[in-house]
Nanobody, 121 residues
Framework: QVLLVESGGGLVQPGGSLRLSCAATGRTISTIAVAWFRQAPGKEREFVAAVGWSAALTTYTDSVKGRFTISRDNPNNTVYLDMSSLKPEDTAIYYC??????????????WGRGTQVTVSS
C-alpha cells in the first residue's frame, strides 16, 4: 500500500499558476505510474495527467494540454502537477493515484485524500 498526500492547492486568479505535490510513503514510486485526477461538485471524476515509471512517458487530457505539466522527483518520492493559465473550469478537488502505466488512467490502486484548487477572481 502506498500512502499519498496531496498539497499545494488553494485560491488562484484566472490566468495564474499553481504547483500541486503528491508525496508518497510506504514504498518508492520510482517504478510505478502516478496520475492526477480531479472532481468538481456535481461532476464525475476526470483524469487529468499521468507519468509512467519512465519520466518520458506522460499523457494529458485534452483540456489541459499545453497548460499543465506532470513531473516526478524520485529522490523525494514526489510527483508534481504544474498548472498554468488556469481557468475557472479547472476548479476541483485534485487527487493523485498510483498504479501500472497500463491501468493508472482507469483503475488506480491507491488514492490520496485530495487538495482543493479554486480558480476565481
Amino acid at each position: 500500500q502506498v500512502l499519498l498526500v496531496e498539497s499545494g492547492g488553494g485560491l488562484v486568479q484566472p490566468g495564474g499558476s499553481l504547483r500541486l505535490s503528491c508525496a508518497a510513503t510506504g514504498r518508492t514510486i520510482s517504478t510505478i505510474a502516478v496520475a492526477w485526477f480531479r472532481q468538481a461538485p456535481g461532476k464525475e471524476r476526470e483524469f487529468v495527467a499521468a507519468v509512467g515509471w519512465s519520466a518520458a512517458l506522460t499523457t494529458y487530457t485534452d483540456s489541459v494540454k499545453g497548460r499543465f505539466t506532470i513531473s516526478r522527483d524520485n529522490p523525494n518520492n514526489t510527483v508534481y502537477l504544474d498548472m498554468s493559465s488556469l481557468k475557472p473550469e479547472d476548479t476541483a478537488i485534485y487527487y493523485c493515484a498510483v498504479g501500472s502505466w497500463a491501468n493508472v488512467r482507469t483503475t488506480p490502486r491507491d488514492w490520496g485524500r485530495g487538495t482543493q484548487v479554486t480558480v476565481s477572481s
